[in-house]
């Protein structure tokens, strides 16, 4: 990498990146353990007859923000699924251009959702989880605006590489993947 790589905005952005997803795998971490914990205590609790009455719903909420938190730390590691191959064939300069094409697509679909979440959010203020009353269906339903943001935020990251890059990344044969191995 260039002098300017290292030191300059483009490593600025490297590191806000690896710390940004650091702090994402603290959060996906810590669903994955109150997700296991809390399942493995219905069971045990089933087991001795005695079942929670909130265990599966919790668990389908704790599953669904795993979701969507876990798609924000792929978004950070470029690790979501994509088929390169056509893209890689193109000449650099389209390719460069295809791929800020598809990233404000991007951007613009996670803002999109991220905005009806705001929006329907407020609505659901008043609808509650089944079994548990007093958690209103708003909270649960956050994760959909704040998850539409963490990725416009990775995205984004990734936007601003592909408009700085001014030539094509060395590379050492055979096709780069998404987290930029070979």
Same mark, same amino acid.
């Given at each position: 990498?260039?002098?300017?790589?290292?030191?300059?905005?483009?490593?600025?952005?490297?590191?806000?990146?690896?710390?940004?997803?650091?702090?994402?795998?603290?959060?996906?971490? +810590?669903?994955?353990? =109150?997700? *296991?914990?809390?399942?493995? !205590? $219905?069971?045990?609790?089933?087991? #001795?007859?005695?079942? @929670?009455?909130?265990?599966?719903?919790?668990?389908?909420?704790?599953?669904?923000?795993?979701?969507?938190?876990?798609?924000?730390?792929?978004?950070?590691?470029?690790?979501?699924?994509?088929?390169?191959?056509?893209?890689?064939?193109?000449?650099?300069?389209?390719?460069?251009?295809?791929?800020?094409? +598809?990233?404000?697509? =991007?951007? *613009?679909?996670?803002?999109? !959702? $991220?905005?009806?979440?705001?929006? #329907?959010?407020?609505? @659901?203020?008043?609808?509650?989880?089944?079994?548990?009353?007093?958690?209103?269906?708003?909270?649960?339903?956050?994760?959909?605006?704040?998850?539409?943001?963490?990725?416009?935020?990775?995205?984004?990251?990734?936007?601003?590489?592909?408009?700085?890059?001014?030539?094509?990344?060395?590379?050492?044969?055979?096709?780069?993947?998404?987290?930029?191995?070979?």
């Amino acid at each position: 990498m260039s002098e300017k790589g290292e030191h300059g905005n483009g490593g600025a952005m490297k590191r806000f990146r690896e710390r940004y997803g650091r702090l994402l795998e603290w959060v996906v971490v +810590a669903l994955m353990v =109150v997700l *296991a914990v809390e399942v493995t !205590l $219905g069971v045990i609790f089933r087991f #001795i007859g005695s079942s @929670l009455i909130w265990y599966v719903e919790v668990a389908s909420v704790l599953l669904a923000w795993l979701t969507f938190y876990g798609s924000a730390l792929a978004s950070v590691k470029r690790a979501h699924i994509g088929c390169p191959e056509l893209v890689e064939r193109m000449p650099w300069r389209a390719r460069r251009a295809v791929n800020i094409g +598809a990233q404000l697509l =991007v951007i *613009a679909f996670f803002a999109l !959702l $991220g905005g009806v979440g705001v929006w #329907i959010t407020p609505i @659901l203020a008043t609808d509650t989880l089944v079994s548990l009353p007093w958690i209103p269906m708003s909270v649960v339903q956050s994760v959909i605006p704040i998850a539409a943001a963490l990725i416009i935020v990775a995205e984004f990251t990734h936007l601003v590489e592909l408009i700085a890059a001014k030539r094509p990344p060395p590379q050492a044969g055979g096709v780069a993947l998404a987290n930029g191995t070979q």
